[in-house]
């Protein structure tokens, strides 16, 4: 599904991926953690195309197509969603148009006939029920005066619509209560179907309670120092990280 | 960013085409001996030729205004043609079958086809070319409910006791530089008239196209709409790609009686000029609506063409509890210049006015909203609300606010807010990452920006203009 080859990328003039080596095969749920500033957020953004993150070196391989020779929409098309951590307002266009016009844009790109807007509307309406949003929520600007955890639960609902192949869930926890982490978690496990891949960047162990990963990887200063199974994580909630510059002035 | 948004705005310009049509030009030059000519061509009745001729000697006293926020060289006024028609229109056809069929082509081209049976339904349509009305839809059912919608060259002969009552007195011919120039030399325009009590039974549109070299366009806009009626009517514009500029400056005239309502919806996409801002047309219009008590009148623009615009549609609110409301998208890229706005001036008791204004600046463009908020000393109560959002794609545009307020009397209410915003890095990258290319997601951002304004036109036309700032936004993504 993505296999990640030695990847060094910077912001501007900081290098903050210096090697990272990651496989991800269909159906794994893989678990990034790691202290702020470890490269977590950079990790998506690279791998998405986000200006002004640039790939120094290394290659990442999705579907047998090099991700880095593509546009941000191309890589989106081919499969690749990222939830956002910090989702942005887009005053006046709805929900409901926006996801229109991203549902079919992506079926464009498939060679598929445009949904219609019967159909559209009951894809919608599930995609609602699963997050637990009310349905004029649809009606509403894209994210535009919503709370924290609704901009949250509006990813994942973004993500049950859009049924990419492999969804990387940047911090979809933070700023979530218990019932809101759950719902999140609940649209997340709905999504598992032994072929879909995730990644799940979380600093804590919290949301993989809920989200049970099948590898825990631990990113530190741009590079994966430490991986293992979900034992892993709850190591990492017992000890936190201090234990990564332990190891760095030992 | 903004390598990708620049590429999605190098806009194609799709009503840019010539038509090959023979037409009657005069030399170009104006004088007293053109207009008479011009009068004598439109076989006009004496005391319009001295209308015109009044309008005239008013403008030679004038000067040109340049306290807009706007820049272009001097228009040398005796290098420009002041009529132009097809000739195959000399001999006035009868019917849509004696019109010449390029010229019905070229409206088919810009998609407002005229024969009645594929027009959309329940639209008249008005289709002005260079400076004649070719034909004019519908006549008969309208005449039915008793509304008068003819090209106001006809209007003068058939109903002069009408024109002679209202033309010249919400824009009096003196009543700036521009409107004097229309006042004696318009060629021709709409004209409407809505009985008492009449809710006039269809749409009404007028589309103007000029077509010719070197001419300017001064069409004449009158609309009467008797005690307790009511109309909606749009005109459109468009205009060739040519490499010199053309002057376009019209009068348009809203009469609300009481009780009367008058939707006047503008869609305007004269030809912008190139990326450089060689070309495209000079947009200076005088529009202007008068309201009697409990009458209601409501400009809906959306701008999108023009290389400089200087339009400020009013309202007049004379009548107690009279109603004026002015929705404005005014879109500018490349090198064009907008200075646009609205006159809300409250003079009777209660009167409310409503502006919104959107204003999107791209490319190296300029675009400016110029309003004044007038509360007369009789203007008990009044209130105003205007909100003047302005949205910048880029860091090379410009967005500009000159509100002006005056207030009379203490128990009058202003409001004004005020805001600017950009197209951000942070939104093109959500929108392209859900599978939108940079193009679709502008377009849908400004989109979102203007939706308080596109609802407000007719729905037929807020379609029209969605698409019409899409196209505008169109480009090659490289």
């Known amino acids: 599904m993505l296999s990640i080859k030695d990847l060094h990328a910077r912001v501007e003039d900081t290098t903050i991926l210096k090697g990272l080596n990651l496989d991800i095969k269909p159906g794994e749920v893989h678990a990034i953690m790691g202290p702020n500033g470890a490269g977590k957020s950079t990790l998506g953004y690279v791998l998405s195309g986000r200006e002004g993150y640039d790939v120094e070196s290394g290659s990442a ?37 926006f996801m229109k016009e991203s549902v079919n844009a992506m079926r464009e790109a498939r060679g598929e006939a445009a949904l219609s807007s019967a159909e559209f509307l009951k894809k919608a309406k599930e995609a609602c029920k699963q997050v637990e949003l009310p349905l004029d929520f649809l009606k509403r600007g894209v994210n535009e005066g919503f709370s924290g955890g609704e901009k949250k639960r509006n990813e994942i609902m973004q993500m049950i619509m859009l049924e990419p192949k492999l969804a990387i869930l940047d911090e979809s926890d933070s700023g979530l209560d218990v019932d809101a982490l759950q719902v999140v978690a609940k649209g997340v496990n709905s999504q598992r179907d032994g072929k879909r891949s995730f990644i799940v960047v979380t600093h804590y162990q919290r949301l993989l309670d809920y989200i049970e990963p099948d590898y825990v990887h631990i990113l530190s200063k741009g590079k994966i120092v430490k991986s293992g199974g979900p034992e892993l994580a709850k190591e990492v909630e017992a000890s936190g990280y201090a234990w990564l510059k332990e190891g760095e002035s030992a | 960013m903004s390598e990708q948004i620049d590429q999605a705005l190098k806009r194609k310009y799709d009503a840019g085409f010539v038509s090959e049509i023979e037409s009657e030009t005069f030399p170009p030059g104006l004088d007293e001996d053109v207009i008479r000519r011009l009068s004598a061509m439109k076989d006009e009745p004496e005391w319009m030729t001295e209308w015109r001729l009044q309008a005239y000697r008013k403008w030679l006293k004038m000067e040109e205004p340049d306290w807009a926020h706007v820049d272009y060289p001097k228009v040398d006024y005796q290098s420009i043609s002041y009529y132009s028609a097809p000739k195959s229109m000399k001999d006035k056809p009868k019917s849509l079958d004696e019109v010449d069929p390029e010229l019905l082509r070229t409206y088919e081209k810009l998609g407002i086809p005229l024969h009645e049976q594929e027009m959309l339904a329940g639209v008249a349509v008005d289709a002005v070319f260079d400076s004649v009305s070719v034909v004019t839809t519908f006549r008969e059912k309208l005449e039915e409910a008793g509304v008068i919608f003819c090209p106001i060259s006809e209007a003068i002969k058939k109903y002069p006791e009408l024109v002679k009552k209202y033309l010249g007195t919400v824009v009096p011919k003196g009543d700036n530089y ?33 077509n010719e070299q070197n001419t300017g366009q001064f069409e004449r806009t009158l609309i009467v709409a008797e005690e307790g009626s009511y109309v909606s009517y749009l005109e459109g514009c468009t205009a060739p790609q040519r490499d010199e500029n053309q002057l376009h400056a019209a009068v348009v005239e809203l009469v609300a009686l009481d009780d009367a309502e008058i939707k006047y919806s503008t869609v305007q996409n004269w030809y912008p000029g190139d990326e450089d801002g060689k070309g495209g047309i000079y947009n200076f219009v005088t529009k202007r609506g008068l309201c009697e008590k409990n009458a209601k009148i409501s400009w809906t623009q959306v701008e999108t063409g023009s290389a400089v615009t200087w339009k400020y549609p009013s309202c007049i609110l004379k009548g107690d509890n009279s109603v004026g409301e002015f929705y404005s998208v005014a879109l500018t890229r490349g090198k064009q210049q907008a200075d646009t706005g609205t006159k809300m001036i409250h003079l009777g008791k209660n009167t409310k006015s ?8 791209a490319g190296r463009s300029n675009n400016a909203y110029r309003g004044l908020v007038r509360m007369g000393p009789g203007a008990e109560g009044a209130r105003n609300f205007t909100e003047c959002d302005s949205l910048l794609i880029g860091d090379q545009c410009g967005a500009h606010t000159f509100p002006y307020i005056e207030s009379s009397n203490p128990t009058a209410i202003v409001e004004h807010e005020a805001t600017t915003s950009k197209v951000s890095d942070d939104q093109l990258f959500l929108c392209q990452q859900r599978g939108l290319d940079p193009e679709k997601a502008v377009s849908m951002i400004v989109n979102g920006f203007c939706k308080e304004v596109f609802r407000e036109l007719p729905m037929e036309f807020a379609v029209e203009a969605g698409k019409l700032l899409e196209i505008s936004l169109e480009g090659s993504v490289g």
Do not use: H
């Open chain 2, 354 to 361: 409503t502006i919104i204004s959107k204003g999107i600046s």
């Open chain 1, 61 to 97: 391989d999705f579907d047998g197509k090099d991700l880095f020779d593509m546009e941000v929409e191309e890589r989106a098309q081919a499969g690749l969603f990222l939830a956002f951590q910090y989702p942005v307002e887009i005053p006046g266009v709805s929900n409901m148009e």
């Open chain 2, 178 to 210: 521009f409107a004097a120039l229309n006042s004696a030399v318009f060629t021709d325009g709409s004209f409407v008239y809505i009985p008492k009590g009449v809710r006039c039974p269809m749409e009404l549109s007028t589309y103007f196209r000029i």
